[in-house]
T-cell receptor, first 114, second 116 residues
């Protein structure tokens, strides 16, 4: 069975602080995909990144960075110099090769205060 | 880039009526579409997967006779909530894929259903 755990329910930081959102996953598949999404108050789901299980390279995109470690089954997301506009719920997700069994974590609500 | 349009964005209906939600891929052919449900302050739960021209595959616990999914063309999938009840009030969101590269990347804007 596939499972995604986002242990942090809510995080509150002050603008310009760095913040890391944790994601731990479980799967028996050898090939799988990991995702991060942002869901602002308006509700739409914004795709941030997809990483396949064979690519453990960390990735940086502007203020966003991701740390994928298969040894600990983690795919953590860091926002550097957070901004108020980063306030949202962030979901980590896991899917098999065909994406037909995508499982989302419970989400982490990030609040960035000015 | 790939765009998915979902309509309506919100709907209020009376208990016992049916509601249809549309999910369209605007600039690509969506061979597979996924439907999710999200209750307030909860995570997204996959309801079903539909492939164009085939019957949808429903997740365990999702009533296929209540949540009718039609994927009749490569650009349109519909979810019909039949005989809606207040407990069906939720946020429904679709995702579409035209191939391996697009998996998990494109979601509709969601439909907030309120049954009164």
């Amino acid at each position: 069975a596939q499972k995604v755990t986002q242990a942090q329910t809510e995080i509150s930081v002050v603008e310009k602080e760095d913040v890391t959102l944790d994601c731990v996953y479980e799967t028996r598949d050898t090939t799988y995909y990991l995702f991060w999404y942002k869901q602002p108050p308006s509700g739409e789901l914004v795709f941030l990144i997809r990483r396949n299980s064979f690519d453990e390279q960390n990735e940086i995109s502007g203020r966003y960075s991701w740390n994928f470690q298969k040894s600990t089954s983690s795919f953590n997301f860091t926002i550097t110099a957070s901004q108020v506009v980063d306030s949202a719920v962030y979901f980590c997700a896991l899917s098999g090769y065909n994406n037909n069994d995508m499982r989302f974590g419970a989400g982490t609500r990030l609040t960035v205060k000015p | 880039g790939a765009v998915v349009s979902q309509h309506p964005s919100w709907v209020i209906c009376k208990s016992g009526t049916s509601v249809k939600i549309e999910c369209r891929s605007l600039d690509f052919q969506a061979t597979t579409m996924f439907w999710y449900r999200q209750f307030p302050k909860q995570s997204l739960m996959l309801m079903a997967t539909s492939n164009e021209g085939s019957k949808a595959t429903y997740e365990q616990g999702v009533e296929k006779d209540k949540f009718l999914i039609n994927h009749a063309s490569l650009t349109l999938s519909t979810l019909t909530v039949t005989s809606a009840h207040p407990e069906d009030s939720s946020f429904y969101i679709c995702s579409a894929s035209g191939g391996w590269d697009g998996l998990g990347k494109t979601f509709g804007s969601g439909t907030r259903l309120t049954v009164v």
